[in-house]
């Protein structure tokens, strides 16, 4: 006998009455915000929950304009991983997610430079991949950004508040392309942690396993505060005794480090990020090997975005070590000057005396930031 089908409405409206008003995980208590529009595909449910009593960044959002419909479990997730780039930075800065990974990210790199060219440089890393992204901003969103925001296709837009001409411009009655944009002003930044040490406080991540099993874990946080904590390479071996990273990186390129540091903590491993002014020029991610994500990063930036031009004189960060010295050999042929990347590796000595060779400062990061999200 063939079952009857069931529309995507109706099963959705079942399954939805599954999640419960409270829960505890952990030992915290959990209340539900609201039923989401569907989880990580159209036939999954999916429900939003913050911690009991908790007004965070995420928690405390507000939607200033909706949709056709509501969030999905995918928004909140860019939403989230957007936020966690830009609340590192005192200047204005922007990330366009897709996908739980950065299409591209960027942050002013002198006073006064408008907030539409920081979105110009976080949208056009990967203009192709920034077509219905999550853009994410750490200020006011002006005029002139919103305009060029409806200039192409993005989901939702996350601030921590908007000018009234800026939102004049989103509800816009001729926006044809952008008409279902959802504009969200999110909660305190501030209450989000960054640094090792910092009240973590209902942070905790949690991932469910297949069979319903949970890992409760703290967040990826860093002890990276500025450039003094990315100290110069140096490692030894029996074969080639002290080896110390002895090329200078410049003082942009060493702000470029600390940027694509900060980029890379929400980057999906194995994961590199190439920076040069302040601004993303292409993120290699989820790749399985080290060397495989350098080359991925500069394939989309020489052949995909940005013709034959070299990334000369940009910055990367690694979110792990370099297990051999082609992941460096690698780079600096694609014009890479300044690394930072953990330490590690039985064969950091090795790293370090290519990277000398080559004429690449590498610094040393305090911690691994994989991010198997």
Not at 12 to 31: C, F, H, K, W
Request: charged letters at 20%.
């Amino acid at each position: 006998m063939t079952k009857p089908k069931i529309s995507r409405d109706t099963y959705l409206s079942r399954n939805l009455g599954d999640y419960a008003p409270t829960m505890q995980v952990g030992g915290i208590e959990y209340e539900k915000i609201e039923d989401l529009r569907y989880g990580t595909n159209p036939h999954q449910t999916a429900a939003f929950y913050r911690p009991t009593g908790h007004a965070g960044a995420l928690a405390g959002m507000e939607m200033l304009k909706t949709g056709k419909n509501g969030l999905s479990q995918t928004n909140l997730e860019d939403i989230s991983y957007a936020l966690n780039i830009v609340k590192f930075f005192d200047r204005p800065a922007c990330a366009c997610m897709k996908h739980v990974n950065p299409s591209g990210a960027a942050v002013a790199t002198a006073t006064g430079e408008p907030l539409v060219d920081v979105y110009g440089k976080a949208r056009d890393c990967d203009p192709r991949a920034a077509f219905g992204s999550v853009v994410g901003f750490n200020t006011r969103v002006d005029e002139p950004t919103a305009k060029e925001i409806m200039g192409s296709f993005v989901e939702c837009v996350v601030a921590p508040d908007f000018d009234p001409r800026a939102m004049a411009v989103f509800n816009h009655p001729e926006n044809k392309l952008n008409r279902h944009i959802r504009i969200i002003r999110c909660g305190d930044l501030r209450t989000l942690p960054k640094f090792i040490g910092d009240d973590i406080e209902g942070c905790r991540t949690i991932k469910v396993l297949h069979d319903g099993s949970l890992v409760v874990a703290a967040p990826l946080l860093t002890a990276v505060r500025s450039a003094d904590d990315l100290p110069p390479a140096r490692a030894s071996s029996k074969s080639l005794g002290e080896q110390v990273s002895t090329v200078e990186a410049n003082e942009q390129q060493l702000q470029d480090l600390v940027t694509a540091w900060y980029i890379n903590l929400s980057v999906r491993s194995n994961g590199v990020v190439l920076v040069r002014n302040g601004g993303t020029l292409a993120v290699g991610t989820g790749e399985q090997d080290r060397v495989g994500a350098v080359e991925q990063a500069l394939i989309k930036f020489r052949e995909k975005y940005q013709g034959a031009e070299t990334a000369a004189g940009s910055a990367m960060a690694s979110d792990g070590f370099f297990p051999f010295p082609d992941g460096v050999e690698v780079a600096a042929a694609g014009g890479v000057r300044a690394i930072v990347a953990p330490a590690g590796s039985l064969r950091d000595a090795a790293v370090i005396e290519r990277a000398n060779q080559l004429g690449v400062a590498l610094r040393h990061a305090p911690e691994r930031i994989f991010s198997h999200h």
